[in-house]
């Protein structure tokens, strides 16, 4: 699971006049198997081979390449277990390797350069909120992040309490009661405190909070504005039985409403902006084309649309159909679903992809987009 840490590890990557080898390797859904995926990972790899052999290049550099290339051949040649994209980042001179999955395919890649090439990741890690999912009472808290469909235990923090059984007999006791109180209120004060800090250094973007009914919602009125505003929902666990799997099912279910919610309002601003045109396109033949121009700022599609269509390998032009490229005149390329060319040109592109799950107006459009400038005329159109 990629982490926070590991993603601003990785941004802070420099070759220190090495080259950094950045490597995106798709694998589909329908892949085809052990042997197509070693050889679409050789076809990459074929592309910086020369490098290594250039002698142009410093020693230290060639010789940092063929250690990065012989590396990544070795860790990535096993047929991979999801579909997705694998990403490699290496520079072997600095001892530098790390690895991420995607959960999503992007255009494959080669890049070498002083500095990691990210667009691409950074573009799909945006679709996927990372959660703060903390499980309080009133004396302890463990405090888990859930990204990408997965969990992990931070941290956990115990204080004093008066609520425990050896106390009980004396709960009714005012000073017992009152002592009781203050140090819950402390107990949430510092956990409060270390959230605010994970806010600010974990990258997180919502916040989930557990535990048992009548316990939730204390903590949640103590809740700092900042925080509040933050908050996805609640879910009720036991603290003593709940396991990684129960955390992260609970918390599914409210990122999923969460991410219901957000698309049924992106399909409106989409559909709004289109009636009153302003920097919006729906359908597909206008979102292939907002597209081939780089003008998508942010993509809708629906998860079920498909279509076949064609690509120019030159300019990147994509469309239903057509023999020849409206921008260069060069034959295009046929491809068995032109919307998943569409997805990966936008991430290239640095725009964002929204997948709609839920069935909304984009249904029967298939696509739709926010622009950043206002199309020219189609070609098609105009002639
Ligand atoms: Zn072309």
Redesign the pocket.
Known sequence: MITQEQVDRILRLEGNGLPLVSLYLPVEPDQPGRRAHRARLAGLLDRIRPLADDHSLEHAARLSLSEDIAKIEQRLGEEPQRPGTVVVFSCGGNGVYEEVWLPRATHERVVVDEAPFVRPMLAVLDEYHRICAVVVDEATAQIWEYHLDEVRELEAIRDRTLRGPEHAARLDEDPVRDMADELSKRHYRRLIGELKRLFKEGGFDLLAVGGHPYQVPAFIEFLPRDLHDRLVGRFTVDRDTTTAADIRDKVRVLVTDRAYQEQERLVGEILEAVATKHHATVGLDDTLWAGSLAAIRTLAVDTEAVAPGVV?D????LARTGEQ??????ALREVPDVIEELVKTVIEDSGEVRHIEMETDLRTHLTGALLRFELPPHPIDTE
């Open positions: 120019c030159r300019d990147g032009l490229c409206l921008l260069c005149g060069d």
